[in-house]
């Protein structure tokens, strides 16, 4: 659909919002290549009927434009009344395929249709897929949801570009389209990429005592009281404690653990690199039990362990700008 993308690109303003209802006002028809063919096939017989006098040509010409004519309408109405709404789209790693949610709402079944992304002026399109959304899809009556699949080659909030659905049916004389941008962004991370990161400071190396400091079990360091087990024995048991309140304790002993690491971006790395050695280096400790931090200029984030924390990092490797 070469001439079609260039209409598109060229004349085609695609509405933008969080949905879109397909009606007169934003779709678009024109002749398909078995349509021209179609047409050509028509003035063929036209002219051979009124060059030899036959009636049978004729007949089979006005048939044909009739059917032509009739067949429009009824392919932009295979479009028409159907909503598209854009979904809540996770976060995902740059250079990565994400998948971007849509739902499709249709008040009676529908179809063939078929639905993709084309990425907007300027921007390179995506390397070809072979999901079944680049194939022709029936609607059913009611509610549909999609994944888009995508491939951002930028962090931070990012929209994946013109949503075009288009449908050929019923003969496939017609080819009928609508454009539609979503404007619900997606956030997207930097890619991976291995590679050094600076280290400012070990969180809480500096505290003294057991302050700031995790401990591990097994270890000679006294750390913390919890109520006696009869297992245990007599060897763990807090006389003083036993003494002052008549209560049984048991000591806790454990080691202290490395002190979490404060990252921050490789000083002989550009911005860029940097960042994407840092989403690297977080996604490899979240998959660890230690506990880590971020240091992004004057943005700070203490260091924790877990989904949630390794989530706020990334988010603030997407939308950091430099300290611009």
Request: charged letters at 20%.
């Amino acid at each position: 659909m070469g001439l079609i993308d260039r209409i598109e690109r060229s004349w085609i303003r695609p509405r933008r919002g969080p949905a879109l209802t397909l009606g007169r006002r934003n779709l678009f028809i024109l002749p398909s290549r078995f349509g021209w063919l179609w047409l050509l096939t028509c003035v063929v017989l036209y002219l051979l009927g009124i060059n030899g006098g036959s009636s049978g040509p004729l007949l089979l010409a006005y048939l044909g434009v009739g059917v032509f004519l009739l067949v429009m309408p009824l392919t932009q109405f295979t479009l028409q009344g159907v909503r598209l709404e854009s979904g809540r789209p996770e976060p995902g790693f740059a250079d990565q395929t994400l998948l971007y949610p849509l739902e499709i709402h249709s008040p009676e079944s529908r179809g063939p249709v078929r639905i993709r992304l084309t990425p907007p002026p300027g921007r390179a399109p995506a390397e070809p897929s072979d999901t079944p959304l680049d194939q022709d899809l029936m609607l059913p009556a009611g509610r549909l949801a999609l994944a888009l699949p995508w491939n951002p080659s930028r962090r931070g909030w990012q929209r994946p570009g013109r949503l075009r659905i288009a449908t050929t049916a019923p003969l496939g004389l017609f080819y009928c389209w609508g454009v539609w941008e979503p404007d619900a962004a997606q956030l997207v991370y930097p890619a991976r990429r291995h590679g050094p990161v600076r280290e400012l400071g070990r969180e809480g190396a500096t505290q003294s005592g057991m302050a700031g400091r995790e401990m591990s079990s097994g270890s000679e360091e006294f750390t913390d009281l919890a109520p006696h087990r009869l297992e245990e024995g007599l060897s763990r048991l807090a006389w003083k404690q036993l003494a002052r309140s008549g209560e049984r304790f048991s000591k806790q002993f454990g080691d202290p653990l490395p002190p979490a690491p404060l990252l921050a971006p490789a000083s002989e790395l550009s911005l860029e690199n940097g960042l994407k050695a840092l989403s690297d280096r977080i996604w490899t400790l979240s998959h660890g039990e230690g506990a880590y931090g971020l240091q992004l200029g004057g943005s700070h984030l203490a260091p924790s362990r877990g989904r949630d924390h390794r989530d706020r990092c990334l988010r603030a490797l997407a939308l950091w700008d430099g300290g611009r």
